[in-house]
C-alpha cells in the first residue's frame, strides 16, 4: 500500500430510537431534536416495508397524450427561445420575448406530436395516467450509537413529537 492511498472507513454503528407511522413524524422528531441543540448530522430516517405505490389520475386519451406532451414542449420551447434571445445567439438580433414566443409555439406543436406518437405506441396497454411513488410501513430513527442514549431520552421527554 502506498503512502497516498486510503482505506476505507468503516461507518458508524446505529441504533433505532424510534419508530413513527408516518415520514411527517419522524421528520417531526428530527426537527425536534434540532430544536434541542441534538447534534442532528448523526441521524438518518429509515423507510421500512418499502411499497411501490401508483395513484391512477385519469383515463389518457389521444386529447390528453398531445395536450400534456405540448405543454411541457411549450416550456421548455419558451426557455431555449429566451436563452437565445438573452446570449443574442440568434443573428440578426431578435428580441428575447419574441423568441420565446416563437419558442413556445415551436415547442408546443413537437410536444403534442411527439405525445400522440408516443401514445400510439402503445397500442392501448396503458391507457390511463398515474403517478408513482413510494410508501414504507414505518420510518425508524437511527442514531450513531455515541449519541442514542440522548436521543433516545429527549425523545422521551415532555412534549417530544409522539410515536403514534
Not at 429509515?46 to 411541457?72: C, D, F, I, N, P
Not at 437565445?84 to 413537437?110: E, R
Not at 408516443?118 to 414505518?138: E, L, N, V
Amino acid at each position: 500500500m502506498t503512502p497516498t492511498s486510503r482505506q476505507p472507513t468503516a461507518a458508524p454503528a446505529q441504533r433505532v430510537v424510534a419508530s413513527y407511522p408516518t415520514y411527517i413524524a419522524a421528520e417531526q422528531a428530527v426537527d425536534y431534536l434540532s430544536d434541542q441543540r441534538f447534534p442532528v448530522e448523526h441521524v438518518a430516517i429509515v423507510g421500512r416495508g418499502l411499497h411501490s405505490y401508483e395513484q391512477v389520475t385519469g383515463r389518457m386519451t389521444w386529447v390528453k397524450a398531445a395536450g400534456y406532451q405540448a405543454a411541457g414542449g411549450a416550456v421548455l420551447g419558451a426557455l431555449l427561445g429566451w436563452l437565445l434571445g438573452l446570449f443574442d445567439l440568434v443573428n440578426p438580433l431578435v428580441s428575447g420575448a419574441l423568441l420565446a414566443l416563437n419558442g413556445v409555439i415551436v415547442g408546443a406543436v413537437l410536444g403534442a406530436l411527439l405525445g400522440l406518437v408516443g401514445h400510439a405506441m402503445t397500442g392501448g396497454r396503458r391507457d390511463f395516467a398515474s403517478i408513482s411513488a413510494f410508501r414504507a410501513d414505518s420510518y425508524d430513527l437511527l442514531v450513531e450509537d455515541t449519541h442514542a442514549a440522548q436521543a433516545t431520552q429527549m425523545l422521551a421527554a415532555t412534549g417530544a413529537p409522539s410515536r403514534t
